[in-house]
């Protein structure tokens, strides 16, 4: 196991081929990507596929990186940076639905922002939403991102952006 990031209550660590049950479990849930744009794995063998063909940290040095709960060792979603095709990086969270509501999507994205700014010196990262998906919005703006714009994202439609850059986050924290 590769931990990358601790918090009070949370541990995040690299993906694990043996990780793909829950991938397959938490995908297939149509409330928890219903609006991510992303679609459902057709099997756990497709999620164990994924997942050892996840190659972010080792051409990035960063990625997505599953959350587990501390005292029960549970996996309970996935959090962490991404670069895009467009050269942004971006914050993403998932979280299975027994968890939401629980600050675990705010406690890992607050650590994830500072691995990126003070561990991996980003100039500025991203966080985009479903005009629709309330509840990441919040998460956004309680990481301390800022409203940058609404466009048309992929398949999901009107999306917000939000951003945050490193001086702004240094300056904050």
């Known amino acids: 196991m590769i931990k990358i990031l601790e918090t009070s209550r949370l541990l995040l660590r690299e993906f694990e081929s043996h990780d793909a049950q829950k991938m397959w479990e938490l995908n297939n849930d149509y409330d928890v990507i219903k609006y991510t744009g992303d679609f459902s794995f057709t099997s756990v063998d497709q999620a164990k596929l994924f997942l050892e063909n996840y190659t972010d940290y080792h051409r990035n ?34 979280f299975f639905k027994k968890c939401w509501n629980k600050g675990y999507a705010t406690e890992s994205a607050t650590a994830c922002l500072q691995y990126g700014f003070n561990h991996l010196k980003l100039a500025e990262i991203i966080g985009r939403a479903s005009i629709h998906n309330n509840s990441s919005i919040k998460v956004l ?20 952006f939000y951003k945050l850059n490193n001086n702004d986050y240094s300056n904050e924290n």
């Open 61 to 94: 040095g960063y990625g997505r990186w599953v959350v587990i709960l501390k005292n029960t060792n549970e996996f309970i979603g996935w959090c962490g940076l991404k670069l895009n095709k467009d050269s942004t990086i971006d914050i993403g969270f998932r």
């Open 141 to 160: 703006e309680k990481i301390h991102m800022k409203y940058w714009k609404t466009e048309i994202f992929s398949n999901l439609g009107n999306s917000v």
